[in-house]
């Protein structure tokens, strides 16, 4: 499956965005999804994972109330609405698809998205 995301951009501390991925290629309903980021200098790392139907949803502790991740099989699209956003937040945010039972380890990861950069100003 091919990932096409976007959606960041520059926000001040406490704003919000929604960043989208949209998917082709395959059959998107067959795949698990998740978001990651990665910040300068620092190893990609997990935000969030929705499963195939969107039943299930998991969250980083340090996202989890502030971030939500969703759905759309009828659009092959992914999104990830973020708010109250912090300076740490800033990265450029990945999404990813699996079609493993595991979404939140960056190994089980067969499709990446190309990032896009979110900014989080103070």
């Known amino acids: 499956v091919q990932l096409q995301a976007c959606g960041g951009g520059l926000v001040q501390a406490g704003g919000s965005l929604r960043p989208s991925c949209a998917a082709s290629g395959d059959t998107f309903s067959s795949y698990q999804m998740g978001w990651f980021r990665q910040a300068p200098g620092k190893e990609r790392e997990f935000v969030s994972g929705i499963s195939w139907t969107g039943d299930n949803t998991y969250y980083a502790d340090s996202v989890r109330g502030r971030f939500t991740i969703s759905r759309d099989n009828a659009k092959n699209t992914v999104y990830l609405q973020m708010t109250r956003l912090k300076p740490e937040d800033t990265a450029v945010y990945y999404c990813?698809?699996?079609?493993?039972?595991?979404?939140?380890?960056?190994?089980?990861?067969?499709?990446w998205g190309q990032g896009t950069l979110v900014t989080v100003s103070s």
């Open positions: 990813g698809a699996t079609k493993a039972a595991m979404v939140v380890v960056t190994t089980y990861i067969t499709s």
